[in-house]
């Protein structure tokens, strides 16, 4: 059974940073591109990044580039993602997802930006 | 970017009813589409991936159309566990793009 379990969330003040992970299990990790996506407080869903099986290419919905950084751990199974420069238009619950058709997703993690 | 308009953005439906939800998008996608149900409170859940197929263990109610810019989410008799939002995602461009969702609420 495919598993993604995202952790890292929490409160933090405008201009801070975060680091999200998620625990892989179930699947061959190292296979599948993963993806980061979001939804903020009663809004709909956004893409934010992903990530190619080997890490080798990497991309960003545009409000994000050059402040959030997408990676990954093949040997633990892990996929991260570096949120700096946060603002509060980040505040949302982040999911991680499997492959590039975004196909099973974690339960997400949330994330607050406020002072 | 790709923009994907979805419609409408809520219906109130009785239970039976059939139900259709359309996704168009700004520009051809082939058929790099998934439709995903959300519960309030819970994770998505994709119900159709590459445009018309049905995920495995996703109720036959459920079926969906559509290549290259017209997309369409069909439940065929919509039952009290169908109300929910749904939302469409294209995965074909660089940047992926969701629909802004469909409501389906009790009439």
């Known amino acids: 059974e495919v598993q993604l379990v995202e952790s890292g969330g929490g409160l933090v003040q405008p201009g801070g940073s975060l680091r999200l992970s998620c625990a892989a299990s179930g699947f061959t990790f190292s296979s599948y591109w993963m993806s980061w996506l979001r939804q903020a407080p009663g809004k709909g869903l956004e893409w934010v990044a992903n990530?190619?099986?080997?890490?080798?290419?990497?991309n960003y919905v545009d409000c994000v580039k050059g402040r959030f950084t997408i990676s990954r751990d093949n040997a633990n199974k892990s996929l991260n993602l570096q949120m700096n420069s946060l603002r509060a238009e980040d505040t949302a619950v982040y999911y991680c997802a499997r492959g590039s058709t975004v196909g099973e997703w974690g339960q997400g993690t949330l994330v607050t930006v406020s002072s | 970017d790709i923009q994907m308009t979805q419609t409408p953005s809520s219906l109130s439906a009785s239970v039976g009813d059939r139900v259709t939800i359309t996704c168009r998008a700004s520009q051809g996608i082939r058929n790099d589409l998934g439709w995903y149900q959300q519960k309030p409170g819970k994770a998505p859940k994709r119900l159709i991936y590459?445009?018309?197929n049905l995920q495995g263990g996703v109720p036959s109610r459920f079926s969906a159309s559509g290549s290259g810019t017209e997309f369409t989410l069909t439940i065929s008799s919509l039952q009290p566990e169908d109300f929910a939002t749904y939302y469409c995602l294209q995965h074909n461009s660089y940047s992926y793009t969701f629909g802004q969702g469909t409501k389906v609420q009790i009439k």
């Open positions: 590459s445009a018309s």
């Open positions: 990530i190619k099986e080997d890490g080798s290419d990497k």
